[in-house]
């Protein structure tokens, strides 16, 4: 059974650091870009950021770029996403997500996307 499972959101202020980690299970991990997600109330789901399972190639939203930080551990099954400087509109549930198929260009685009972690909240209080 193919199960990713978000976890490290919480509560912080503005200009922290939280560490989110996706735990991926059921599947060949190395065979996917794992991407995160984020959703805010009365908003569409947004992609925050991805990585590739071939050369580790990151994507950014212009919203996370120099803030956030995506990695990879295959080793152990696990995507990362480092946050910092936050801001209290990066409040959202965030998803870590695996995709059905892989298109670069839409890498941001939820519809690519099989496998959904159960999400983590992030709340970031001015």
């Known amino acids: 059974e193919v199960q990713l499972v978000d976890s490290g959101g919480g509560l912080v202020q503005a200009g922290g650091s939280l560490r989110l980690s996706c735990a991926a299970s059921g599947f060949t991990f190395d065979d996917y870009a794992i991407g995160w997600f984020r959703q805010a109330p009365g908003k569409e789901r947004e992609g925050v950021s991805c990585?590739?399972?071939?050369?580790?190639?990151?994507y950014y939203a212009d919203s996370a770029r120099g803030r956030f930080t995506i990695s990879r551990d295959n080793a152990k099954n696990t995507v990362d996403l480092q946050m910092n400087s936050l801001k209290p509109e990066d409040t959202a549930v965030y998803y870590c997500?695996?995709?059905?198929?892989?298109?670069?260009?839409?890498?941001?685009?939820?519809?690519?996307?099989?496998?959904w972690g159960q999400g983590t909240q992030v709340t970031v209080s001015s």
């Open positions: 990585i590739t399972n071939s050369d580790g190639s990151t």
């Open positions: 997500a695996a995709p059905v198929f892989w298109n670069s260009m839409r890498w941001g685009d939820p519809s690519m996307y099989r496998y």
